[in-house]
């Protein structure tokens, strides 16, 4: 929006050029959404706790976590309201990529939001029902991968890309683009998911990855730089990391409402679309793989549920404590902040490993 308006100001001012360098929009956006957010925060905190829009506490979950009932939920609404306006001031709203990843996030974020208003307004623990919410879970991410394999003008914005190896790169045809498209987004929404059960725990690992996505879409979309670095060009990509500023602003003034001890939590309307997010912006710049790296801590966090469930119903014993991964530390004494704080340095290390894939090639 603010885009076209410099376009047709720079005509006679000059000066408005400068808002035609991607990389300033990114922190324009950045820096954006966090004015947003810090100014929209208390306000909606103060609404949620008006309506009683409160969390629910397992009753099996570690003691601590008692003290945290009642705590506003459904604050992902803040950060994709954040992420939706600064992306929209900010980004070229002619650019195809900006709408496809907007409408996914949005999508996920629905889902997410009727999920946490069946548990936390009509006092339904299960809110959708698993299958129904991957259903819906599924055509979005379908739909999604769908639009951009029939939209392809090139080669290489289909292909998979493998890290570390220049000449490595396999073809997987429109319908295995597709499937690949369906388990990363779907993944990787409910990876972020089962991570988002301490405070601050999923708010700054997504942040993290946000930002090291947002160097990999303007480099993908940078021609020159693209082919030095010896990754895919794809035209029109580097706009995605107005989006990935948004992403990482909004959700830095998430965390200054959802450090220990919590005045809000995201909920599953934040947490689905967050990671939905990620994984749609992976999936257009081809970067499965790496986003697998960067987000470690959301992979261990799923494989230890799925490892935990699989191990009861074969042998009747469980492998943690309880699961997701966190849980299992709570119980064995580690601090919330131990957790969360060490968790974050992980992710750290892995982004910079992950970003390192860009000249280890």
């Known amino acids: 929006m603010l885009l076209e308006l410099a376009q047709w100001l720079s005509q006679d001012i000059r000066a408005f050029n400068v808002l035609s360098y991607i990389t300033l929009r990114t922190l324009l956006a950045a820096l954006t959404s966090l004015i947003i957010s810090f100014m929209i925060g208390p306000i909606m905190i103060r609404k949620l706790l008006a309506y009683k829009i409160g969390q629910s506490v397992r009753?099996?979950?570690?003691?601590?976590?008692?003290?945290?009932?009642?705590?506003p939920t459904m604050g992902g609404a803040l950060i994709l309201t954040s992420i939706t306006i600064s992306t929209l001031l900010w980004g070229d709203l002619s650019n195809r990529y900006i709408w496809v990843v907007l409408i996914t996030t949005l999508g996920f974020g629905v889902i997410g939001w009727v999920d946490d208003y069946r548990k936390v307004v009509h006092r339904n623990p299960q809110g959708i029902p698993a299958r129904t919410k991957l259903l819906w879970q599924s055509v979005i991410a379908i739909l999604a991968g769908?639009?951009?394999v029939l939209t392809a003008e090139l080669p290489a914005q289909t292909i998979m890309i493998v890290p570390f190896f220049k000449q490595v790169?396999?073809?997987?045809?429109a319908i295995g683009f597709v499937m690949l498209?369906?388990?990363?987004?779907v993944g990787s929404s409910n990876a972020v998911n089962l991570t988002d059960g301490l405070d601050g725990l999923a708010i700054m690992p997504t942040v993290m990855i946000s930002s090291g996505l947002a160097i990999f879409s303007y480099v993908a979309g940078h021609a020159l730089f693209a082919k030095y670095l010896g990754i895919p060009h794809i035209p029109q990509a580097g706009e995605l990391a107005i989006f990935c500023g948004a992403l990482a602003g909004s959700g830095?003034?998430?965390?200054?409402?959802?450090?220990h001890p919590a005045q809000v939590f995201m909920g599953d309307v934040g947490a689905l679309a967050l990671g939905?997010?990620?994984?749609?912006v992976t999936v257009i710049i081809r970067q499965e793989i790496v986003l697998l790296i960067m987000g470690g801590v959301f992979v261990i966090e799923t494989l230890s549920v799925i490892l935990q469930v699989a191990s009861f119903k074969l042998t009747g014993r469980r492998v943690f404590k309880m699961a997701p991964l966190h849980h299992h530390y709570e119980l064995k004494g580690w601090s919330e902040n131990q957790i969360v704080v060490r968790f974050w340095i992980i992710t750290m290390m892995l982004v910079l490993f992950g970003l390192s894939t860009l000249k280890l090639r």
């Open 169 to 173: 790169a396999l073809p997987l045809g």
């Open 59 to 71: 009753d099996d979950g570690p003691k601590t976590h008692l003290v945290k009932a009642g705590t």
């Open 252 to 259: 830095l003034a998430f965390l200054w409402f959802n450090a």
């Open 181 to 185: 498209s369906y388990f990363v987004i």
């Open 276 to 280: 939905a997010a990620l994984g749609i």
């Open 146 to 148: 769908l639009y951009l």
